[in-house]
């Protein structure tokens, strides 16, 4: 069964620190893929990164990576030096690649970036 | 390119009625996604649509139909709408390239009230 976990309901991190987010996954396929979302609080989703799971690096865009350990089962985001337009809910999501495309996501963290 | 619309915005159901929601893409994806926002769930997975004519039950189906009128289009149907059904709808296709995902793009979503 493919299943997502984020266990950080909330955050509460200053301005210009580092954060990082917690996302672990389950699923016994090896082929696999792991997605961030950020919805801001006038609700659209916006992509920020992906990564497959034959991916050899973890993937980087911008300010974002996310650091994927696929033994333990984790796809952790990070953001480097945030800023107040960070503030935002993120979903992690995992979708099977060969079976149907299913994408399921995680229940979010709300971030908060103090000034 | 519109990426991926969603018709209606807005929309006040009285208990026992029915309602179809409209999503249509022009990026000639093949995958399509019906997921509900409530808050402290993140979004859940109604249907899903790995292509034209083949539909998923997603983890939360009950209560819901779904048609995949073409390649572009992808409804959702509530025929008989209860007050637990009240919830953001969003509306998403998926990009696969090169045997990898890519990036769900999503719909502006739809706020569903049913009294």
């Known amino acids: 069964a493919q299943k997502i976990t984020q266990t950080q309901p909330g955050m509460f991190v200053q301005e210009k620190e580092a954060v990082t987010l917690d996302c672990t996954y389950d699923?016994?396929?090896?082929?696999?893929?792991l997605f961030w979302y950020k919805q801001p609080s006038s609700g659209e989703m916006i992509f920020l990164i992906y990564?497959?799971?034959?991916?050899?690096q973890n993937a980087t865009e911008g300010r974002y990576s996310l650091n994927f350990q696929k033994a333990r089962k984790s796809a952790n985001l990070v953001i480097s030096a945030s800023q107040l337009g960070d503030s935002a809910m993120y979903f992690c999501?995992?979708?099977?690649?060969?079976?149907?495309?299913?994408?399921?996501f995680g229940k979010g963290t709300r971030l908060h970036i103090l000034p | 390119n519109a990426g991926v619309t969603q018709t209606p915005k807005f929309q006040v159901l009285k208990t026992g009625q029915s309602m179809t929601l409209q999503c249509a893409q022009d990026?000639?994806?093949?995958?399509m996604y019906w997921y509900r926002q409530d808050p402290g769930m993140g979004l859940r997975l109604i249907y899903y649509?790995?292509?034209?004519?083949?539909?998923d039950k997603g983890e939360v189906p009950n209560g819901y139909n779904v048609s995949r009128l073409n390649k572009r289009e992808f409804s959702l149907r509530l025929e008989s709408a209860a007050p637990s059904q009240t919830s953001v709808y969003f509306c998403?296709?998926?990009?696969?390239?090169?045997?990898?995902?890519?990036?769900?793009?999503f719909g502006p979503g739809t706020r569903l009230t049913v009294l």
């Open positions: 999501a995992m979708g099977i690649m060969n079976r149907d495309d299913k994408i399921i």
């Open positions: 649509s790995a292509s034209e004519g083949t539909t």
């Open positions: 990564q497959g799971s034959y991916d050899q």
């Open positions: 699923t016994s396929d090896p082929s696999y893929g």
């Open positions: 990026m000639n994806h093949n995958s």
């Open positions: 998403a296709s998926l990009v696969v390239s090169s045997g990898s995902y890519n990036e769900q793009f």
